[in-house]
């Protein structure tokens, strides 16, 4: 069995949207203040990255039920980080330009995990 076949989230678009979402993060929270760094910058990286985290944790589930448990906190992630990124554009702390970057990879990302939820439920 070759290891594409056993992380078979590995090809996925949605999880690999879901890094570059991650990624960009990342470049976001580099870019802020320091004295807001640890509180939301640290609020950030870890809602950003569940969201990849919880699309491969979900795609080893048995069930699809389960891994439909998973891409729901998925999901819940991405609002949370686009929410965080609206704080930070009302605060001046990022630019219009690249909070509009961010908002169209998630509605991207969103788009992808309610197309795959909708599959999953057919099946459950």
């Known amino acids: 069995m070759k290891r594409e076949d056993y992380f078979r989230f590995l090809d ?19 870019n802020i203040p ?20 919880n699309i491969a944790e979900g795609s080893g589930k048995n069930s699809d039920k389960d891994f439909n448990h998973f891409l729901n906190i998925s999901l819940g992630s991405l609002f949370e980080t686009i929410a965080a990124f609206d704080i930070l554009k009302d605060n001046k702390l990022i630019a219009e ?4 970057e961010l908002i169209d990879l998630g509605n ?10 909708k599959k999953l439920s057919g099946k459950l």
């Open 12 to 30: 996925w678009p949605v999880y690999n949207d879901a890094k570059q979402f991650a990624h960009l993060s990342f470049q976001v929270v580099k």
């Open 108 to 117: 991207k990302i969103s788009a992808q995990l309610g197309g795959f939820k």
């Open 34 to 53: 320091k004295e807001y760094r640890f509180e939301i910058g640290s609020q950030i990286i870890r809602s950003s990255t569940s969201v990849p985290f």
């Open 97 to 100: 330009s690249q909070f509009g």
